[in-house]
């Protein structure tokens, strides 16, 4: 291998672990909501879906990188399994049609 596919290699290797750092840190130290923090979750990100035009995408989530759910737990990143059905996050419109198990309703 070459010097400039190898300094590639690891640059690409270094951020996608750097990509992940921050969910496995936000997922081990989930803390819960209180009920006035979840409401105020959600009325955040229904303020964002009408002025930035996103739609909730249903199963594309990582763990504990969700911004709501469809009454599988209380709100905002605590997501407990990756690609949840039940668990959305909030993508421009049409583009949650493009991801592979990507969905505007829950299941």
Request: glycine share 8%; hydrophobic share 45%; net charge positive.
């Given at each position: 291998?070459?010097?400039?596919?190898?300094?590639?290699?690891v640059?690409?290797?270094?951020?996608?672990?750097?990509?992940?750092a921050?969910?496995?840190a936000?997922?081990?130290?989930?803390?819960?909501?209180?009920?006035?923090?979840?409401m105020?979750?959600?009325?955040?990100?229904?303020a964002?879906?009408?002025t930035?035009?996103?739609a909730a995408c249903?199963?594309v989530n990582?763990v504990?990188?969700?911004?709501?759910?469809?009454?599988a737990?209380?709100?905002?990143?605590?997501?407990?399994m990756a690609?949840?059905p039940?668990?959305?996050?909030?993508l421009?419109?049409?583009?949650?049609?493009k991801?592979a198990?990507?969905?505007l309703?829950s299941s």
């Amino acid at each position: 291998m070459d010097r400039r596919n190898f300094a590639a290699s690891v640059l690409t290797a270094a951020i996608g672990i750097a990509s992940i750092a921050p969910g496995v840190a936000s997922a081990q130290s989930m803390q819960p909501m209180t009920q006035q923090q979840m409401m105020q979750a959600k009325q955040a990100n229904m303020a964002r879906m009408k002025t930035e035009h996103l739609a909730a995408c249903y199963g594309v989530n990582a763990v504990g990188r969700n911004d709501c759910a469809a009454g599988a737990h209380s709100c905002a990143g605590q997501a407990t399994m990756a690609r949840d059905p039940a668990s959305f996050v909030l993508l421009p419109q049409g583009d949650c049609e493009k991801l592979a198990g990507g969905s505007l309703k829950s299941s």
